[in-house]
C-alpha cells in the first residue's frame, strides 16, 4: 500500500501564493502550488498552455513557473504586465489587450493608422493621440487654440444673436458659422429686443437700460429739453433720476422744465445768457437759480415777483432797471433792498403797504423809507391815514 506524504505550508505563504488542495486515491488530500510555466522567468507565467501542481514555490518548481498566467507572451522577458509600453510597433508590451495604436485609449487611432482600426480602437481620424479630449467624436471648443473634433479647424467663438441688432447673447454660445444669426461678441442684456444693446441710445428713467451698461440713465441726454443734461439732474447721483423732484410737482426734474417750480423756466434762468442754467446763482445762496424758488433773495418768491399776473415773471421790471424784479434785490429801485421793505417782520415783504395806496412798499417809489434808530434797530413810517 502506497501512503503520500501530506505537505503542510505556512499560513503566511498561503496567504501570498495560490495553495490548492489535490485529491488523492483513498481520500488522502495533498497541499500544493497551482503553477503556470515561466518561460522568459520575468515572474509572469503564459497565458496559454495548462497549469500544473506544485509541493514547492512555483518560482523554485521544476520547470520554474509563477503563480499568474498575466504573460502575453512568454517567449520575452520584456512583455509583461510590468512592462512600459511602446506605442506604435504593433507589440502589446504591457499585456493589457489595448489597441497599440491608440495611445489616449479615446477609442480613437491616428489618421496615418487607420489600417489598425480594431479592438478597444475601432475608429480611425484621431488628430492627436495624446488626448482623450481630441478626436472625431469630441466637443469642440471654439476660440481656445485647439481642434478638437478633429475636422482641420478651431473654430472661433461667436454669440447667438436672437434680435439682429449685431450684438450677442452672452448666455449663447456657439461656433461661428456663415449665418446672419452668430456674432463675435457677448455685449447684449436682452437678446429679444433690438432696440436694446451697447449701441442703443438710452431713455433716462424709463426701467430699460437700453445701452447695457446697467443704468437707467443716460447722463448726455436732455430729456426735457431745458438744457440741463439728465445727468446733471440726477441731483442725488444714485443714477435714478426719477427720485430727482426739486419742486415737489411729482414731475422728476429731469422731466420738469421749470424744475423749482417758479413759473420761470429751467431754460430761462440763465442771466449771464451762455446757456448754461448751472452756473447762475444770482443770490449767491449756493442754490442755482433754476433750483431756487426766490432767485434774488429778497424774500419774494421769484413765483410772486410777477406784478402784471400773467404768470411769467421774466416779464416784470418795475424800476426799469433792465433787472426783471426776480432777479432784482431792490424791486422798485428806492434804495432799500426789497427784503427790508417789510414792517411787519414776518418775513414777507408782499403783504406791506405803509401809504395804504394798495402797491406793497417794496414795489412803491414814494413809500416812506426806514427810520434807523440809535440801536441799529429800523422801522418803516405809517402813512398818513394810519
Known amino acids: 500500500m502506497n501512503l503520500w506524504k501530506i505537505v503542510l505550508v505556512p499560513l503566511c505563504i498561503a496567504s501570498v501564493w495560490s495553495v490548492d488542495t489535490l485529491a488523492l486515491p483513498d481520500g488522502i488530500s495533498r497541499i500544493g502550488f497551482e503553477c503556470y510555466v515561466d518561460k522568459d522567468t520575468d515572474t ?16 523554485d518548481a521544476e520547470p520554474p513557473g509563477s503563480e499568474n498566467n498575466f504573460d502575453c507572451d512568454d517567449s520575452n522577458k ?33 489618421e496615418k493608422y487607420d489600417g489598425f482600426k480594431g479592438g478597444t ?10 488626448s482623450p479630449d481630441v478626436n472625431p467624436g469630441a466637443l469642440e ?27 450677442g447673447d452672452p448666455d449663447a454660445p456657439v461656433a461661428c458659422s456663415d449665418t446672419d444669426a452668430d456674432v463675435g461678441n457677448d455685449q447684449d442684456c436682452d437678446d429679444s429686443n433690438a432696440d436694446v444693446n451697447p449701441g442703443a441710445l438710452e431713455i433716462s428713467g424709463d426701467d430699460i437700460d437700453q445701452n447695457c451698461n446697467g443704468l437707467d440713465i443716460n447722463p448726455d441726454t436732455d430729456s426735457d429739453g431745458d438744457t440741463v443734461l439728465d445727468g446733471i439732474e440726477d441731483r442725488n447721483h444714485d443714477n435714478d433720476p426719477n427720485n430727482d423732484d426739486t419742486d415737489d410737482d411729482k414731475i422728476p426734474d429731469y422731466l420738469d422744465t421749470d424744475d423749482d417750480g417758479d413759473s420761470v423756466p429751467t431754460k430761462a434762468e440763465d442771466p ?8 447762475n446763482d444770482t443770490d449767491d445762496d449756493k442754490r442755482l437759480n433754476y433750483l431756487d424758488d426766490d432767485d434774488d433773495g429778497d424774500s419774494v418768491p421769484t413765483k410772486a415777483e410777477d406784478p402784471d399776473g400773467d404768470g411769467d415773471p421774466t416779464n416784470d421790471n418795475t424800476d426799469k432797471d433792465k433787472r426783471p424784479n426776480y432777479l432784482d434785490d431792490d424791486d422798485d429801485g428806492d434804495g432799500i433792498l426789497t427784503i427790508r421793505e417789510d414792517p411787519d ?41 394810519s
Do not use: M
Not at 475608429?123 to 495624446?130: K, V
Not at 449771464?272 to 452756473?279: C, E, H, L, S, V
Not at 427810520?371 to 405809517?382: L, Q, R, T, V
Open 78 to 110: 520584456n512583455i509583461n504586465p510590468d512592462a512600459e509600453e511602446s506605442w506604435y510597433d504593433g507589440v502589446d508590451n504591457d499585456c493589457d489587450g489595448a489597441n497599440d495604436y491608440d495611445q489616449d485609449r479615446d477609442t480613437y487611432v491616428l
Open 44 to 59: 509572469y507565467g503564459s497565458d496559454t498552455g495548462d497549469s500544473y501542481f506544485s509541493d514547492v514555490a512555483c518560482i
Open 345 to 385: 417782520g414776518d418775513g414777507d415783504p408782499t403783504n406791506d403797504d405803509s401809504d395804504k395806496d394798495k402797491i406793497p412798499d417794496y414795489l412803491d417809489t414814494d413809500s416812506p423809507g426806514p427810520k434807523i434808530f440809535d440801536n441799529g434797530f429800523e422801522a418803516i413810517p405809517k402813512g398818513p391815514d
Open 141 to 167: 471648443i471654439p476660440g481656445n487654440g485647439v481642434d478638437e473634433d478633429c475636422d482641420g479647424f478651431d473654430h472661433k467663438q461667436c454669440w447667438v444673436d436672437s434680435d439682429g441688432d449685431e450684438y
Open 272 to 279: 449771464d445768457g451762455d446757456g448754461d442754467p448751472t452756473n
Open 121 to 130: 480602437a475601432p475608429s480611425g481620424g484621431d488628430c492627436d493621440d495624446t
